[in-house]
């Protein structure tokens, strides 16, 4: 029973681009999501974070949009850079406590 | 300041064998989370500690592994007879109280496990 589900495993786009990075989830009791940003052999990078009471943050080149009826939110990086490819993960919990995250995504940005 | 510290970076060990692996979570922060990610898969739960309180040990795989955190700091994480299934790379983070409403979690940079 995955609760989290990234179901893209890799997206490709254009250096300049946009790129838009999509999570799924079941469960409704969770109010705090977040997505990470994971290099190979290195521990995940927090880079944003939504609380289930709004629908949209953003942060510099990162805004996570957040559709509670749909129990989805998405990840958009823009302009996106080179420097950004990665295996980016979204997570989600229930007030704190353990994460679940999302198989994650690999994203390549091509110069 | 300094960020959560693991080690060691990398362990091999024989199939049977026990193994512990070390946390340094960053000061301050009273929340300590063990992760585990296996070759190609996502990062999978396995236990939490919380101040005081009794950990929350929902996601250990088997009684073969264990956890515990000393004077609310450094944590260990102990897996018995090893099995070539527990091969993964073992990510530890913490984060400040959570009663703040400061969820994000700061990972180490992993223990890579190689059971043979």
């Known amino acids: 029973d995955q609760q989290v589900k990234q179901n893209s495993p890799s997206l490709s786009v254009q250096e300049g681009r946009i790129s838009i990075l999509n999570c799924d989830y079941t469960?409704?009791?969770?109010?705090?999501f977040l997505w990470y940003k994971k290099y190979p052999a290195e521990g995940p990078t927090f880079l944003i974070s939504?609380?289930?009471?709004?629908d949209k943050n953003e942060d510099g080149r990162f805004t996570v949009f957040l559709n509670k009826s749909a129990k989805h939110l998405s990840l958009h990086i823009v302009p996106s850079q080179p420097g950004d490819s990665a295996v980016y993960f979204c997570a989600a919990s229930n007030q704190g406590g353990k994460l679940i995250f999302g198989q994650g995504t690999e994203l390549s940005v091509k110069p | 300041g300094a960020g959560v510290s693991q080690s060691p970076s990398n362990k091999v060990t024989e199939k049977g064998k026990d193994v512990e692996l070390r946390c340094d979570p960053i000061s301050g922060h009273t929340a300590l989370y063990w992760y585990r990610q296996s070759l190609g898969q996502g990062l999978e739960f396995l236990i939490y500690f919380q101040g005081n309180s009794a950990p929350d040990k929902s996601g250990l795989p088997s009684d073969r592994f264990s956890a515990e955190r000393t004077g609310g700091s450094v944590s260990t994480l102990t897996i018995q007879r090893t099995q070539q299934e527990d091969s993964a790379v073992y990510l530890c983070?913490?984060?400040?109280?959570?009663?703040?409403?400061?969820?994000?979690?700061?990972f180490g940079p992993g223990t890579r496990l190689t059971v043979t």
């Open positions: 469960n409704s009791m969770f109010d705090y």
């Open positions: 983070a913490s984060s400040p109280d959570p009663a703040l409403a400061l969820y994000e979690q700061y």
């Open positions: 939504i609380s289930s009471i709004k």
